[in-house]
């Protein structure tokens, strides 16, 4: 951990990276609102109130979402890191536009979720680059 933690600190960032401290609180929250909406979709698509390939993208997102630390921090990849948040970007996009004829509040709610990713995916494009 503590090596993981020291190579991230070593990475030149840009000067409006937010401190590494606020990225747990943030993630409490957004997963909180993921586990609610998501589950909902689940549900929905288990019970057949809404078509399994809605789900797909959730489905996706969650799994990009899940490789993120792994990819970035256990392989100290930043290439991956970037591929990776991409695809959590744009799962969570296509989530939003496949589910919003069924259930308005889940693609609503996704707002702060959708806010977060796009500007961790702009810095992690950003490290990525300053860092290549």
Known sequence: ???TYNW?????KPRWSPPSYLFGPVWSVLYIIIAASFGTVF???????????VA??????LIFNFAF???QFGLKNNLL???????VLGTLIWAIIAIYPYVKWVAYIQTPYLLWVT??????????????
């Not at 797909?56 to 997102?61: Q, T």
């Not at 500007?119 to 290549?132: D, E, K, P, S």
């Open 1 to 3: 951990m503590n090596n």
């Open 8 to 12: 991230y600190s070593q990475l030149i």
């Open 43 to 53: 549900y929905k698509a288990f019970t057949k109130q809404i078509p399994w390939i």
């Open 56 to 61: 797909l993208p959730f489905i996706l997102n």
């Open 69 to 71: 630390t792994p990819l």
């Open 81 to 87: 890191g970037a591929i990776d948040i991409l695809l």
């Open 119 to 132: 500007f961790a995916t702009v810095l992690q494009l950003t490290i990525t680059y300053l860092n290549r």
